[in-house]
């Protein structure tokens, strides 16, 4: 930060720069024009106080954008009174009045390089309207009216409608200039009160913002303590010993807010209804313990550390040689240097936001988030999706041989799609997580192609495309970027270093192999006529929150599948993803209501291939074999649905090795959970266990087969 600022000279520095209402008797139209027209020096004061509370443009941010790109096109178009075309039923322009001019300082804003809003919305929790939109609205949305008849505010006889810009984030308190003064470069402000109540917030738009950065910035930024007990005898020193900021009294959610200035301190005094009367906040602690301490109070155990220090993103914390407990990965190497970003963002407004390319191939997404993709090397148009999910945050894309282009995006809402233009599908959703999505890579290895991505200080992802497999990596804080190699070498880091670490193919997805073999049933056969492409979306169905759509799915399944019967192909294909879900593991790790009949119906497909010969139980005996070395794994994971199952799985194959053998003893006698001591009971053939499990849940004859010589 920089050195003191002194508060309470705040509204001097204020005066010498906003526009001087009081002198517009004295001046010509053009020469009050000319003065409000000078807003220069207020968006000085404006960026000057953002940087003394903290705040700086992110290194990653993504502009909120005043409009998207179809919406400018149809915007001029109408202003020049040109045919719309065939552009569907809404118009987005219904509450615009697109005859009054918009002031010169509100598109100024916009275009502030550093404007904190813009770049950092989540500070500010508002909405804002461009064009600004009408009061009273004639397409019904905004929620308040326009100025009463006898109001003061606009001359007599002049035009009372009000041109909303910027909106609380529910919409309880909007602020507007008058539609009168839509002529000037930087008109006044007006705040919603009431549904026919408009107040005065601000002599100018450049002030408003200003004000706003007050409310918000000091309270993200600074280190802040709370009225108390005393709190009357506070206020009452306030108002005798320090200045105002200048600024008329806040009001948004029915606070009334005047803000008093000190060295390195604001003082907030809320005469409304908000949490708290009385509020300060520091730009340092020795400053709230200064000014604490002229009040004859020791604020030293009640001042709040400052959310952006508690949000801040963490150093990376990897070191050379560390390693997870599955051999997963492990650092080769750390570097103090900044790990810079693969997706470039745009500086000018040109309609296209980030973007970034690989060989001959490009991607680029608007600020509505429309992603297009082009081709370097020709002149074909552009192919566009869109995803709805707003700007892209990261992009990454691949030519894959046989396959055309594969466009993996990112966006600000955490969402990440995979897309392949040359498909008739649109892009998919394949992930969400609640942090921003920070990182992308794609990269063709020799294991396949592979997709990484991480979301800032969560998780860092990565896919095996052709199998669908994921694995999840915790590899720390600190990471907000990924770049990968074709010998798998993740490269992961963000402001504070990298580091680069060897990844292992096989521990990443040890199911890969097998889910190859069963990712598509567009050949398969069911039990019943219905297409097989119904079981992967009922075995999807299994997942669900809903509970009676997941017993929907699992009943169907089992009449589509029909293991009592002839083993069919669809049943074969279905064995794995039944196995996972029944046992919480791979795809079957989210929340299912029915783990139980899931697996249960997998383990009745496990007899039916004992009593069978056929192309299809030879199939999946190849199946069970290759995962009878993972069972003993299972019984020692900490889900006990996981133990349960990989118990039950070894009594299906009977004649358990050495390793199950002492694990199944160990369950049967020890552990806590009944349901899994019942299951290694079972499989030890202990002919009770059958009614225990029946008594937790599951269905007798999915589990009384098991016993020896059933």
Sequence with gaps: ??????????????????????????????????????????????????????????????????????????????????????????????????????????????????????????????????????RPDPGGYGVAGGLPDDTTLVPAGADRRMCVFKAEYEYCNEWGYPAAEAGLPDPRVLVSVAEEEWALQAGSLSEFFLQLAVQRLPSYYGWTVYGGDETERIVAWVKEELPTLGLRPWRELGQHITVYGAPDALVFHDTGYGDFELTVYGRTTEALLTLGARMGLDWSDRIHTPRSVQEAPKPIALAPGDTDEFGRWTVLTTSPDPMASGTERSSANDGTDSWTVSGTLAVTCDEDGTLRVRRLDGDAAPVTAHPQAGPATALACLDVPGQGPLIASGHRNGTLYVWLPDSDDGPLEVARQRPKLSGLALTATADGTVLAACWRDDVVALWDIASGERADLDLGPGITGVRLDADLRLTVGGPSGSAVVRLDADALWPARELMLSVVSFEDAACATDTDPEVVPRRLAELLSWDADDARHAVAELDTLLAPESELCSAAALAFVYLTQIGAAVGVGAPHCHVRRRALGLALRIIRAVDAGGGRWHEVTREVLDGIRHVLPDMMEEEDPATRTAGALLVAARGEPDERAGVLLRALAADDTVVEVSAAAALALGDAGAVDTLVSAGWERADVDWLLPGQ
């Design 1 to 134: 930060m920089s050195g003191m600022i002194d508060y309470g000279s705040f509204a001097e520095r204020l005066r010498s720069v906003m526009p001087r209402w009081d002198d517009r008797e004295r001046m010509s139209p053009d020469e009050f024009a000319a003065h409000l027209a000078d807003t220069a020096p207020r968006w000085e004061l404006l960026r000057r106080f953002q940087e003394e509370w903290g705040y700086e443009v992110p290194d990653d941010a993504v502009p909120w954008q005043r409009w998207s790109e179809s919406e400018h096109r149809q915007y001029l178009r109408r202003l020049k009174g040109e045919a719309q075309g065939d552009e569907g039923d809404d118009d987005p322009f219904e509450s615009v009045d697109l005859s009054l001019p918009i002031p010169s300082a509100l598109d100024e804003w916009w275009e502030l390089p550093y404007n904190s809003f813009t770049h950092s919305p989540r500070l500010y929790w508002t909405n804002p309207e461009y064009p600004p939109t009408l």
